[in-house]
T-cell receptor, first 113, second 115 residues
């Protein structure tokens, strides 16, 4: 069966350090993978998209890698700040039609000063 | 700035009531989606629509229906609310519909409690 796995345990990290989140998937062949940020009681907000032929993507302090052989994406927040505290979701396209995405359950990040 | 709005942030209903959740997008997008989000389960697709009056079932459509009479508005209907439908409901609309860049814009969510 198809599955998207993200660490269910919260990631506690000190301000200034790099947070690294993992997204593993099975039985998918996504053309692209996306990362979203979600604050409590709010809808997810798009952060980054990386395509299957891209190894790495950066946006300010964020970096995403995509390894289609390992079926894994890593999401890095460098020089983390307390304002980065949120839940981060990965999402894969279903490659069928209509722009449907399958989401992981998300990993909570807590950055302490 | 793109915008997806939902009619209510919080809603409390009783078992058996008919519930309407409204979503409006101002981006002139063809596609609109309804998800529910529960702890540990992530977002699950209930229904989606790719055009006015067109709809498709998602992964968990049972107990729900939808209506899309106008392009900008997509309604989720709980025909007879049950306690297991207590959840956060999120409406989303992807970008232009290009199958290679379907970034989803989400509304703020409706926290529905069924008593």
């Amino acid at each position: 069966s198809q599955k998207i796995e993200q660490n269910s345990e919260a990631l506690n990290i000190q301000e200034g350090k790099t947070a690294t989140l993992t997204c593993n998937y099975t039985n998918y062949s996504p053309a692209y993978l996306q990362w979203y940020r979600q604050d409590p009681g709010r809808g997810p907000v798009f952060l980054l998209l990386i395509r299957e032929n891209e190894k790495e993507k950066r946006k300010e302090r964020l970096k995403v890698t995509f390894d289609t052989t390992l079926k894994q994406s890593l999401f890095h927040i460098t020089a983390s700040q307390p304002a980065d505290s949120a839940t981060y979701l990965c999402a894969l396209d279903e490659s069928d039609s209509w722009g449907k995405l399958q989401f992981g359950a998300g990993t909570q990040v807590v950055v302490t000063p | 700035d793109v915008k997806v709005t939902q009619s209510s942030r919080y809603l409390v209903k009783r078992t058996g009531e008919k519930v309407f959740l409204e979503c409006v997008q101002d981006m002139d997008h063809e596609n609109m989606f309804w998800y529910r989000q529960d702890p540990g389960l992530g977002l699950r697709l209930i229904y989606f629509s790719y055009d006015v009056k067109m709809k498709e079932k998602g992964d968990i459509p049972e107990g729900y229906s939808v209506s899309r009479e106008k392009k900008e508005r997509f309604s989720l209907i709980l025909e007879s609310a049950s306690t297991n439908q207590t959840s956060m409901y999120l409406c989303a609309s992807p970008t232009t519909g290009s199958l290679s860049t379907d970034t989803q814009y989400f509304g703020p969510g409706t926290r529905l409690t069924v008593l």
